[in-house]
């Protein structure tokens, strides 16, 4: 039997559970689609995110979940969203478990998955003695020796960035690749060494971490950055019809639409920055921008003596 809703998210880290709670507090029935792949669930400690600075992200999720349980107007499932169909006032969203939930409007809060290396002991220190933000782990490992990993010029300009919180830099480069005379010139004045010898293993050895490279080089160090492109962690949007853009996030305009009428993306989806503050941000503005099509078309329903629109009431 279908069901309805006002508005259906699907994701539920930050940026879903923020959304939720947003559109829940504006009594709106909503319902919060989670099949439990949050991207950081491997890190010890979450930063940058004010109140909740060096919360694991399990616990904050917990905390969240908790605090959305005291409101009636939001339903949190634990399934996957197979497919969505339709158009703006009636998306109907096909879950993994069989039912079918009819939604006025979709935001999608999927978020990105890192397309890391193949390389042995890659997944074993994710997230433990491998990182890849800078402004989430920098401080730290501040002043200690980090090694950085990926092509020569990524690596090169990631290690630009890392030169904020330790001078002590190494690059074990993935692949050559030709560098600007800009990053040319900032290595040489940096005193950047670069090992030109692919990363065959990274290892835990004495509370060091130790990359064992192709050509034979071992590099000690005590944490490893790594340049890794991002994907979209899901399909649906694409699917769908949403455009994305050229760095491969989801299209939106500044209120947080996609090109598609009624559905709207938040999160490290549609963003470069993928703080969980930016993550919240984009979420409630998503989230206001719905609100506010809800009660412009229910004035004018009422206006108009017409029935109005929720499949919720």
């Not at 890391?116 to 490992?141: H, N, Q, S, T």
């Not at 809800?294 to 009431?313: E, K, W």
Request: proline share 3%.
């Amino acid at each position: 039997m279908e069901k309805g809703c006002d508005v259906a998210i699907v994701g539920g880290g930050p940026a879903g559970l923020s959304a939720a709670l947003m559109l829940g507090r504006a009594r709106r029935a909503v319902l919060l689609i989670d099949d439990g792949g949050e991207r950081n669930l491997s890190v010890r400690e979450s930063h940058g995110f004010l109140g909740y600075d060096g919360c694991s992200p399990r616990e904050l999720l917990a905390r969240a979940r908790v605090q959305l349980e005291t409101y009636s107007t939001i339903t949190h499932v634990s399934d996957h969203v197979d497919a969505i169909e339709g158009a703006i006032d009636r998306f109907e969203v096909h879950l993994r478990s069989g039912e079918t939930v009819l939604a006025r409007r979709i935001i999608f809060a999927t978020g990105v998955r890192d397309d890391l290396p193949e390389i042995d002991g890659v997944d074993a220190l994710w997230g433990k003695r491998i990182f890849v933000c800078p402004y989430c782990d920098g401080w730290e490992f501040r002043d200690r020796r980090i090694a950085i990993v990926g092509n020569t010029r990524t690596a090169l300009e990631l290690a630009q960035e890392l030169w904020t919180w330790s001078r002590d830099l190494v690059v074990c480069s993935t692949k050559g690749m030709p560098l600007p005379e800009q990053v040319q010139t900032w290595q040489a004045a940096a005193a950047i060494d670069v090992i030109e010898s692919r990363p065959d293993v990274i290892r835990e050895q004495d509370e060091k971490v130790i990359i064992d490279c192709a050509g034979g080089e071992h590099v000690e160090c005590d944490v490893v950055f790594m340049c890794a492109p991002l994907k979209q962690h899901s399909k649906l949007p694409e699917v769908l019809g949403c455009e994305l853009t050229e760095r491969g996030t989801i299209k939106t305009d500044a209120e947080n639409r996609t090109t598609v009428a009624g559905c709207f993306a938040a999160g490290d989806c549609v963003t470069k920055y993928h703080q969980i503050a930016f993550a919240a941000a984009s979420a409630t503005c998503a989230a206001i921008a719905i609100n506010e099509e809800f009660y412009t078309s229910d004035a004018q329903a009422l206006i108009g003596g017409r029935q109005l629109g929720s499949l919720a009431r």
